[in-house]
């Protein structure tokens, strides 16, 4: 058994459930799952109309950024809609960034053989970390962007955006605004999976050759990161859905005018 860093871009296996392995991530995530669940239970088992200091941090918490999304995307009906999923999204990709930052992550767990060495399976492990993790968060973020599209504006007319012949131009644009929308699922992923991956490398290296007191600034500036790509994934979904339910005559009309031109729209019958 060699000693030193042992880094892997592969998820642990703790064993097999109907043939399908049960990763260390996946352990982490449904514990993390589990813990939000519970909070919520019981966080908003006791609301009262004259609310305590707890419940008026909560409900701050949770209205301050709903008059943000529905400020951006000037549709009640769909932030009412697509809220709970960004708080979701928020909170769940928060809470297991900084449950990764604990103490046992990593450090508790059971011996197992990897590629034929004996080595330490964790039983905890930082979730982002995970690719998987990260292309399911993507893809029901992509499934959800794409949903409130058609849902706001019908198919044809959100499938024109992306395929019409009104000139080679335009045909060309539409599909590489088709392979960007598609790309996303590659950006969304990789974006939080590089930086939290990232920081857990730069984290066990300075603490296998500084262990004492050094990496105590480093594991701060990972709980801010922690929380900014939480803001981030919350945020770029948010911003693609506005631009999904805004169609492309919606949009040319604000572009005209915010410049100040006249537009057939915005000539008094």
Known sequence: MHEGISIHLAPLALGTIAGVEFTNTLFTALVVSVLLVVFAFFAGRKL???PSKFQIVIE???MLP???AKDTLENDKVTERIYPLLLTLFLFVL???WFGLLPFVAAVGTTGMVHGEPMLIPFFYPVSTDLNF???LAIIAFVAIEFFGIAALGVWKYGGKFITFASP???ITGVIELISEVAR???FSFRLFGNIFAGKVLILVIMFFVPLFLPIPFLAFEVFVGFIQ???FALLTLFFVKIAITSHEEGHDEHAEASGEVTPHSVPA
């Open 66 to 68: 709903y008059q943000f």
């Open 230 to 232: 939480a803001v981030i």
């Open 60 to 62: 701050s918490l949770i």
């Open 48 to 50: 009262k109309l004259k």
């Open 134 to 136: 990260t292309l399911a």
């Open 169 to 171: 131009l335009a045909f």
């Open 95 to 97: 809470c297991v960034n």
């Open 185 to 187: 699922i590659i950006t």
